[in-house]
């Protein structure tokens, strides 16, 4: 696939991956949409999105809905059909993330993540998906998460969302494939976006230890996703590190639980020396 003249949707396209994949795209020639809730913030990416376009009349339009409701997700990409024909390109890109220790989480934080991350994902492709069918081309682009292949510790409520999302893109892939259309399923690792930024205050100090901080910037994410379209890609792995991982998990199988195990009980330990510590610092003072 050439993105020259090609029509994208994006959703999510405010911030982050979103954001930094329609620049990209509108870099190479694409007509590109974006969705998201917050009108401040679509009308501010819609301005970087337009200076980043190769040419003035490439059309990039900013759609304000929540793709957690089906009928806001449907009316978005009527709106995109009706004004420019069935989109080429669809990336799924809008997503939320709220670590925590299980025990601590509110349930409705669950299901706010199957909403936006799992249903929202659904509900858009659901919307799009006949008219690229109809045509016998397109390219369908799942977001999922490095916590979609393996359990992340303290991030029990975005991982089963993200899980949901690479079973979906699974099945999808399958169906889509005999009617002319692409999918590819995405695995980030961190990513330098504000969503990012957000989580990072509420992730366990656990998680902190075992992964790390290292993280790839926005801009890589969606250079390496429009690669991995452009060569009708089903797996897309960012940056060395992930894709070394995406090897090794299949390669280890049902041991990978056993190591993660060991990587918990470790930074448990670290973690609470660390407060025993600071407990002691306290009463001497």
Same mark, same amino acid.
């Given at each position: 696939?050439?993105?020259?003249?090609?029509?994208?949707?994006?959703?999510?396209? #405010?911030?982050?991956?979103?954001?930094?994949?329609?620049?990209?795209?509108?870099?190479?020639?694409?007509?590109?949409? !974006?969705?998201?809730?917050?009108?401040?913030?679509?009308?501010?990416?819609?301005?970087?999105?337009?200076?980043?376009? #190769?040419? #003035?009349?490439?059309?990039?339009?900013?759609?304000?809905?929540?793709?957690?409701?089906?009928?806001?997700?449907?009316?978005?990409?009527?709106?995109? =059909?009706?004004?420019?024909?069935?989109?080429?390109?669809?990336?799924?890109?809008?997503?939320?993330?709220?670590?925590?220790?299980?025990?601590?989480?509110?349930?409705?934080?669950?299901?706010?993540?199957?909403? !936006?991350?799992?249903?929202?994902?659904?509900?858009?492709?659901?919307?799009?998906?006949?008219?690229?069918?109809?045509?016998?081309?397109?390219? !369908?682009?799942?977001?999922? #998460?490095?916590?979609?292949?393996?359990?992340?510790?303290?991030?029990?409520?975005?991982?089963?969302?993200?899980?949901?999302?690479?079973?979906?893109? $699974?099945?999808?892939?399958?169906?889509? +494939?005999?009617?002319?259309?692409?999918?590819?399923?995405?695995?980030?690792?961190?990513? $330098?976006?504000?969503?990012?930024?957000?989580?990072?205050?509420?992730?366990?100090?656990?998680?902190?230890?075992?992964?790390? +901080?290292?993280?790839?910037?926005?801009?890589?994410?969606?250079?390496?996703?429009?690669?991995? =379209?452009?060569?009708?890609?089903?797996? !897309?792995?960012?940056?060395?590190?992930?894709?070394?991982?995406?090897?090794?998990?299949?390669?280890?199988?049902?041991?990978?639980?056993?190591?993660?195990?060991?990587?918990?009980?470790?930074?448990?330990?670290?973690?609470?020396?660390?407060?025993?510590?600071?407990?002691?610092?306290?009463?001497?003072?």
């Amino acid at each position: 696939m050439t993105f020259q003249d090609k029509v994208a949707l994006i959703t999510g396209g #405010s911030s982050g991956i979103g954001l930094a994949t329609a620049k990209a795209l509108a870099g190479r020639g694409a007509h590109v949409w !974006i969705v998201a809730r917050d009108q401040d913030r679509l009308s501010a990416a819609l301005a970087q999105v337009k200076a980043a376009r #190769s040419s #003035s009349s490439q059309r990039c339009e900013a759609l304000s809905a929540d793709i957690s409701d089906a009928d806001q997700a449907a009316v978005a990409v009527a709106q995109v =059909v009706e004004s420019a024909g069935a989109p080429d390109l669809l990336i799924n890109s809008a997503g939320i993330v709220y670590p925590g220790y299980f025990q601590t989480l509110n349930p409705k934080i669950f299901r706010q993540h199957i909403e !936006i991350n799992y249903l929202g994902t659904v509900y858009v492709t659901q919307a799009a998906a006949p008219g690229m069918t109809a045509r016998g081309s397109g390219h !369908i682009v799942n977001i999922a #998460s490095a916590a979609a292949l393996l359990g992340v510790y303290g991030y029990t409520a975005y991982c089963g969302s993200k899980y949901a999302v690479r079973g979906f893109s $699974d099945v999808l892939r399958a169906e889509m +494939n005999p009617l002319g259309v692409g999918v590819s399923v995405v695995f980030p690792p961190d990513t $330098d976006t504000p969503q990012y930024a957000g989580e990072m205050p509420l992730r366990p100090q656990e998680t902190k230890l075992i992964f790390g +901080n290292s993280v790839l910037s926005a801009d890589a994410v969606a250079a390496t996703i429009l690669q991995g =379209v452009a060569r009708r890609r089903y797996i !897309i792995t960012p940056g060395i590190e992930m894709t070394l991982l995406y090897r090794l998990l299949g390669a280890l199988g049902p041991l990978q639980y056993p190591i993660m195990d060991r990587l918990v009980a470790g930074a448990r330990r670290k973690t609470g020396a660390a407060a025993a510590a600071q407990k002691k610092k306290g009463n001497l003072l």
